[in-house]
Each structure stands twice: as C-alpha cells, then as structure tokens.
C-alpha cells in the first residue's frame, strides 16, 4: 500500500564496483584502479553511475532459494504474480564511492490496477534514494507490473513491425544523431548482470523457464538498458567535461537475448540552466527488426556556455560510432 517503507544500508567495497562494471562493459580505469580515480580527484574508486540499482534490486532480497517463487522472485514480493519493469526515472546528485556506506530508502507511492486485453494488470510505483552520511547521490522512481498469470506468448512480443501496435505511437524526434551504437547481449551477459545485481528473477537466465512464460528467448533486463544507456551517454560527456544528470526511459515490449538491439541518441539544442549548458538527448533502442524496445529522454551538463556546447553536439555528430558489440566486448 501507499507509505510502505523499506531501508537498508551497506558499505560499498571495491569488489562490488569492480564486478558490477565488468557486467556492463564499463572497463575506465576508475571503476577498476584507484590510482586512476585519485587522479580525477577521488578518494577511491568511483562506481559506474547505475551501480546504485544494485542496491535497489538487492535490499529485503538476499534469501535461499526455499524462500523464492518458481518464477525466482521472494514470496515475499509486493507484487503478486509475473513482475515486469515499467517506466523508470533517476536523477545524479553525485558519485558513489568503495568505502561509502549507502543508505537506502524505499517507499511505495502508488498502486493501482488497469484492465487490458490480457486481464488486470497490478501497478506498484516506488520513490527510491540513496545517500551517504553527508549527501544525496541517487533518487530514483520506478513502475513494477504484474500480471496473475502469464500470457502463452507475452503481448508485447506479438507485435511486428507494420501492426497496429499503440506502444509505437511515440513523440517523434528532431535533435541531432549523435549515438547509434549496435549491442548484442549474451546468455553470459545476462548472467553475470543478474549475478552482480542480485536479480533471481529466472527470465532473465534460464531459457527453459523464460519459454514456458512464452517468451522465445531469455529477456534482457531493464535495469541493464538503463546502465548500458547510462554508461553510453557517460562515455560521450566525459571527454568534453560533461556529466549525467538524468535519465528516464519506459519499456514498450521485451528486448531478448537473441535480439542485436540498436541504441540511439539524438541531441536536442542546449538550453542554459544554473550557469552550465544542458543538453536534453531523446533516447531510443530498437531490435533488429525496427521495433522499439525502449524509449527514453537523458540530460547531459556541460561547464559551457550554449554555443560552447552545441559546438560538442556537432563534435559528437562527427565522431559518434557504430559498433556492434558484446557488453562484454568478448567474441
């Protein structure tokens, strides 16, 4: 119900870093040495920005086996049934760093039911922050939906492109292109990603399982579009001396791990807020076949002045890659 409260806290270790960034790709020098992390001006080694989600996903869960459901979530879950990601939304006020301790906190804002073609539908919205002792480094607002029983083949699968399908009738975008990058993630991938979050939920890597929900394949996990998004739109600021402010995104269908997805990234104009330069990137991932995945806005900050910035823009327009890639980045 509304009001529900959840806490926890935890001292961050180097380890932890270490491994959560290995599961996304993330191989900069500061998640990893921290002689290089000092060198940027850090104590200690310097977490990959949607590490925090392994909090989030880990608090009130880490329990045996005899105390999970057949579908790998706690009995203890707030929602009953088969649990997907809905929409997501995080704001950075700061860096998490090994040695922090991070407090947790977690209340349920919203829960409601809707009624679609395949029956009801139970919403839970959570309000989520996270904190050390002197400051707030992470909110985050999260939608988790679940259904009594799963579907023989998941809705958001059956549609193809050309179907009428309401979830592809999106905002259109205008900014400039400046991040298309190709990603195929891997069995391997979504294992060591549900090992380092903590995530036992079986779709995510048992394919057995995740076909007797109807799915084709193992599902790629939303939280980890979110780190990978994250991580790509880190990449990109960084070298010009920008940061990520935020990002939100929803899920329209599931990205599976046969899928080779597309990450998209459009700059719109820089707008000045509070003395830097914000550039507001409208963010999509599509499979293979054009379908969108997910969707989604980020918001980069630039020391600079607006002209400054969109002089990055055309940088990033210039250089921006296409590789296609494991998150691994092994063959």
């Known amino acids: 119900m509304p009001g529900s409260h959840l806490t926890a806290s935890k001292v961050i270790t180097a380890s932890e870093i270490q491994r959560f960034a290995v599961a996304i790709g993330a191989m900069h020098a500061q998640y990893h040495d921290v002689s290089a992390a000092n060198a940027l001006g850090h104590r200690n080694l310097v977490a990959p920005p949607f590490f925090f989600a392994t909090v989030g996903l880990s ?18 879950d707030d929602l009953p049934g088969r649990v997907v990601a809905g929409e997501t939304s995080v704001n950075w006020f700061g860096p998490i760093l090994a040695g922090d301790e991070l ?6 804002i919203n829960r409601f039911t809707k009624h679609g073609r395949s029956g009801a539908l139970d919403f839970c919205v959570y309000q989520r922050t996270y904190s050390t002792a002197d400051r707030l480094v992470v909110t985050e607002k999260l939608t988790r939906i679940s259904r ?19 979830a592809e009738a999106l905002p259109g975008v205008c900014g400039t292109e400046i991040l298309q990058t190709k990603v195929k993630f891997r069995e391997l991938d979504l294992f060591m990603f549900s090992a380092a979050s903590w995530l036992t939920a079986r779709i995510h890597f048992d394919r057995d399982y995740a076909r007797s929900e109807g799915y084709p394949d193992i599902v790629v996990h939303g939280p980890l579009q979110g ?10 600021a960084a070298p010009f001396g920008g940061d990520l402010t935020s990002l939100a995104y929803r899920h329209h269908r599931p990205a599976l791990c046969s899928d080779t997805l597309t990450f998209y990234g459009f700059a719109n104009r820089p707008v000045e807020r509070d003395g830097a330069a914000h550039v507001d990137m409208d963010l999509r991932i599509t499979r293979s076949d054009g379908a969108i995945v997910t969707s989604g806005r980020g918001t980069l900050r630039f020391a600079e ?24 980045g092994n063959d």
């Open 227 to 236: 780190a990978y998004l994250s991580q790509l739109l880190v990449d990109m």
């Open 148 to 166: 009594e029983e799963a579907p023989a083949v998941p809705e958001a699968v059956t549609h193809s492109v050309g179907e009428a399908n309401p």
């Open 305 to 328: 002045s607006e002209e400054a910035a969109e002089e990055i823009v055309r940088r990033l327009e210039a250089i921006k890659s296409k590789p296609t890639a494991s998150v691994s």
């Open 103 to 108: 407090r947790f906190e977690q209340r349920i």
């Open 59 to 76: 608090a009130g869960r880490v329990m045996p086996s005899s105390m999970l459901r057949s579908d790998g979530m706690p009995r203890t």
